[in-house]
């Protein structure tokens, strides 16, 4: 039987002894801490060697290479050397292993879990391998080797600054005085510097025991990237909120084994020496073991992905809500607003608002950050493309360094220029428009609304429904994926847009998809909307007059996804028999926490709710890009929001939600509405009929006869 002993800088309290059968041999495996005693573990390396096959030393790696630097770990060799006669491992090459591919396989299983990570890690040098790996997922890295070597108050935060500090480290070392790096002052500002990190951080990659002075101020909602975690470690774990531990150790026995002794019992059972084990040995001994890296949820699943939206000021009045802003509005010239729209232009992005308690029927979180950029439609349409997509980019770093991983573009800033292509080739994250979901929604809204207004005829199962339909800028992103959608279900709908030739190619395209499809061309919205049963104005007009809403029949319902709005609430006040509702507003699932965008709590614009449906499922894509919009997107968004519990939020219109008290009463003033337009006609008709003098059958015959000869007589 052999014999395998670890002897641990780590605390004594966690010892063990098992007997288990190991690549073909009966091992007995004993581990022994020290409680951070280094003389102690000499003794007991001295003493075990004469007892065992081989030795695990639990402490930090023995060499490690940072670019192109390698280092020696003195202690770690001092230890090792004291050994002669059997093999003795740190099981650093081990471990480097076992953690990359930990981090792989969490990142496939798991979906995208890394991208745009902020993580953190206790030390960058020892765990180089591993950060160049993390690196390939996100940038957000930062290392705290300068803290707790030097107690130097500062991060690291890229690869380069890794390596450059590890070019130089070794030198500053030498001057630092331990004594009073470990005193009062230093330590406990070096210990806030490093809590601040942690709690800014999702990910942190440390030794498991280096955790267990913090707190769950530290540590909830984080993910872990360690090894050797014991189930004591892990209720300990749970206690303190972490969501996810990470750990590319073996259990065996009921024991979770570290990389040293694992690697000590390959030595042992194979009879090698640590220098001839090749990376080959270790694929075949993994693969033959059949090993997995441990994905553990310590407190049940929880997974929270992130994401940040771009938001502006619609118009002037939304300046008026910062205090000063307000006050001064009313004592100062217009001259004075028009000043201040024009600079906030060019103001830099700020975070809004910070978003949270959205959580899915799957268990999914998501929280995310709003960031506003100062231009309003007019100021943005004013600039040219590129003025906009700098301040859009500037918005991504942001996002970025938050640590979002996927970014929506709300309002005007997704019709500027190309829609967000140029954008999402040049930002640092995916982007999407929304308009997906704004299609979607829209579409979602009108047909919730007429079917509680009830005003039309009853339609047989499998065909189309019996209703006029008309889409004021038909040509736009929302507004050609509306027309479509409608073309599948109405019997008639009516395309307008000043675009005659894109108009002429929509129709041929949806004829294409729905050759039963009767469609309509105009390019004027007023030349048939007295007809219409419904109508959706999708234009991108920054207020100009689209419609006139007077022409529009009674019950008609008006579905406004411009931004801003093509119906001002002026217009819609003049026709209270019609109903006239602002897009499909999206009810979110959970308890969301976020700053007034004026909508009702949990609600939000359709845009904004596909970047959070998008950050729920972990498709971190450029989703809806350009001018064109796939309705195959379009279906896929609203199935993703039905799973992620999405549902349609209270039809809202200029002067907030509608009750059904509300509905009622449009229903009533429409009906009034027709009944007095149907009276007139009636009364013409009965009026037409009454003229007409009848003319008995037998007089008619008579007359003929009479007529016929003077007809003849006269030619």
């Known amino acids: 039987m052999k014999k395998v002993v670890s002897v641990s800088l780590g605390a004594s309290d966690q010892d063990f002894e098992f007997v288990a059968p190991f690549m073909g041999k009966q091992i007995t495996v004993q581990r022994v801490g020290t409680n951070g005693s280094t003389d102690k573990a000499v003794k007991l390396l001295k003493h075990w060697e004469a007892h065992a096959d081989a030795l695990g ?47 792989r396989h969490a990142q496939v299983k798991l979906g995208n879990y890394f991208n745009n990570a902020r993580v953190l890690f206790f030390s960058g040098m020892t765990n180089y391998k591993l950060a160049q790996c993390m690196a390939e ?97 892990l209720v300990q774990f749970k206690d303190k909120g972490v969501y996810l531990v990470i750990d590319g150790s073996l259990n065996l026995n009921e024991h979770v084994l570290g990389p040293n002794i694992l690697d000590a019992m390959i030595l042992a059972a194979t009879g090698k020496e640590p220098q001839d084990l090749l990376e080959d040995d270790y694929l075949e001994i993994i693969t033959d073991l059949q090993m997995e890296p441990r994905i553990i949820y310590p407190d049940g699943f929880k997974r929270i992905n992130r994401f940040a939206f771009v938001i502006h000021p619609l118009s002037q009045e939304y300046f008026k809500k910062v205090k000063p802003v307000e006050l001064l509005s009313h004592v100062s010239p217009p001259m004075f607003m028009n000043s201040l729209e024009k600079a906030m232009a060019y103001a830099p992005p700020f975070v809004y608002s910070k978003v949270t308690g959205i959580k899915s029927p799957t268990g999914v979180e998501t929280e995310g950050w709003l960031i506003s950029v100062g231009g309003t439609p007019k100021e943005i349409m004013a600039h040219s493309p590129e003025f906009t997509y700098r301040r859009l980019l500037a918005a991504a770093d942001m996002a970025k360094r938050l640590g979002a991983q996927i970014m929506g573009l709300g309002a005007f800033t997704k019709v500027v220029g190309d829609a967000g292509l140029t954008v999402a080739k040049r930002a640092p994250l995916p982007i999407t428009t929304g308009n997906s979901y704004s299609a979607s929604g829209a579409l979602w809204a009108a047909h919730d609304a007429m079917l509680r207004l009830g005003l039309l005829p009853a339609t047989e199962k499998g065909k189309k429904v019996h209703f006029k339909a008309m889409v004021v800028g038909a040509t736009g992103a929302i507004g050609s994926v509306c ?39 105009s390019a004027h919205a007023d030349k048939d909307i007295a007809d219409m049963d419904m109508i959706v104005t999708a234009t991108s007009g920054a207020g100009k007059k689209v419609l006139d809403i007077m022409k529009v029949k009674p019950g008609c319902v008006i579905t406004d996804v411009a931004r801003p709005l093509d119906l001002p609430a002026s217009e819609v006040a003049k026709r209270p028999d019609v109903l006239v509702i602002e897009s499909g507003e999206i009810l979110l699932p959970g308890d969301v926490q976020m700053k007034n965008i004026g909508l009702p709590k949990n609600v939000a614009y359709a845009c904004l709710a596909e970047t959070i449906v998008l950050a729920l499922e972990g498709r971190f894509e450029n989703f809806t890009v350009g ?89």
């Not at 006669?85 to 081990?94: K, M, Q, S, Y």
């Not at 940038?139 to 707790?148: H, K, R, V």
């Not at 959608?485 to 729905?514: F, G, H, N």
């Open 137 to 233: 997922y996100t940038q957000n890295l930062q290392f705290a080797d300068p803290l707790l070597q030097l107690g130097v108050p500062k991060l690291l935060t890229s690869l380069s600054a890794l390596e450059l500090y590890a070019s130089g480290s070794h030198y500053v070392s030498d001057w630092a005085l331990p004594s009073v790096m470990s005193s009062g002052p230093v330590k406990e500002w070096t210990r806030f510097v490093l809590r601040k990190a942690m709690q800014k951080a999702t990910v942190i990659v440390a030794p498991v025991h280096e955790l267990d002075d913090f707190t769950a101020e530290e540590l909830a909602g984080k993910t872990i990237i360690t090894s050797s975690v014991n189930d004591e470690r």
């Open 483 to 521: 027309a479509r959608l409608l073309a599948m279900v109405a019997e008639e709908v009516y395309l307008v847009s000043p675009e005659t030739a894109k108009l002429l190619s929509l129709k041929e395209s949806i004829l294409k998809d729905t050759p039963s499809a009767k469609l309509f061309l």
């Open 57 to 103: 030393l639990g402490v930090v790696k023995d060499c490690y290479t940072v670019g192109a630097r390698r280092f020696i770990e003195k202690d770690s060799i001092r230890m090792k050397s004291v050994v002669k006669r059997i093999p003795v491992t740190t099981g650093g090459r081990l471990n480097d292993i076992l953690q990359e591919w930990a981090l």
């Open 627 to 715: 001018r064109g919009i796939e309705w195959e997107k379009v279906r896929e968004i609203y199935r993703l929001g039905l799973k992620h519990g999405m549902k349609l939020a209270a039809i809202s219109g200029v002067n907030g939600v509608f009750s059904n008290a509300d509905i009622a009463h449009v229903r009533k003033l429409a009906l009034a509405a027709r009944a007095k337009q149907a009276a007139p006609a009636k009364t013409a008709v009965k009026k037409a009929t009454a003229s007409k003098k009848v003319v008995p059958a037998k007089a008619a015959v008579t007359a003929k006869r009479v007529a016929a000869p003077r007809k003849k007589a006269v030619a």
